[in-house]
């Protein structure tokens, strides 16, 4: 097989880039990365060598680009032969839908709080509409847990690609302080607690650059 290469964002920000990233480091999947900061002069020029699209992420397999972050995690189960969604049907279903409704919907939720994983914001009031996604994906975290937990720790039980779908908003929820119940906050520190996860976020911690406007907020605690 070629040698895979994720062309992604600002580990910082790049909530797309960190689902595919995601997806192949929690499967031990090697690949070369190329970043490529966001909102600089020079940055849609650098991502045009890579992207169809000008947008992260990108996956570059030889000859074929896969441009799309959901499209990418399908893309390399099928090519590692992994199970990207749980083998369980009923699982199997929740996590293909909820994936899809993450990859559609929750656009104020994305507006109002930008990912930002080395800080710790406060003084953010929520839209209604922002409400309303933030109850729905507190409601599809509770269902899929009390549902499918038997089976893993993860979203329909075992780690799949519905997982690194959500893991942007758990970096969101984290960085606003979101008040969630017991099953949703049991859930994000899973995901907290991934080792790709961990390495993911001591890289943002590294990162200078500063986007402004997804800088937002009242800094509480600025921490890797």
Wanted: charged content about 25%; glycine content about 4%; aromatic content about 10%.
């Amino acid at each position: 097989m070629s040698e895979l290469t994720l062309i992604i964002g600002n580990k910082n920000y790049s909530s797309w880039s960190f689902r595919a990233w995601l997806y192949l480091a929690a499967n031990d999947i090697e690949f070369r990365e190329i970043r490529v900061p966001l909102d600089e002069p020079n940055t849609a020029a650098e991502l045009a060598r890579y992207s169809p699209s000008r947008k992260v992420p990108a996956l570059v397999d030889g000859e074929s680009t896969v441009w799309e972050s959901l499209a990418i995690c399908e893309y390399v189960a099928e090519r590692q032969q992994l199970a990207g969604w749980p083998e369980n049907p009923p699982a199997g279903i929740f996590a293909r839908s909820a994936a899809h409704e993450m990859h559609s919907s929750f656009l104020a939720l994305r507006n109002e709080f930008p990912m930002n994983c080395r800080a710790r914001r406060t003084g953010i009031t929520a839209s209604p509409q922002a409400e309303q996604d933030i109850a729905r994906v507190i409601e599809l975290w509770e269902e899929g847990r009390s549902r499918f937990g038997n089976d893993g720790p993860w979203l329909a039980g075992p780690f799949s690609i519905v997982d690194a779908m959500y893991a942007p908003v758990v970096m969101r929820f984290r960085t606003y302080g979101m008040e969630l119940p017991a099953a949703s906050a049991a859930y994000v520190k899973t995901v907290i607690d991934l080792p790709a996860v961990q390495r993911w976020l001591d890289a943002a911690a590294t990162e200078t650059e500063v986007i402004a406007h997804e800088d937002i907020g009242i800094p509480v605690e600025e921490t890797s």
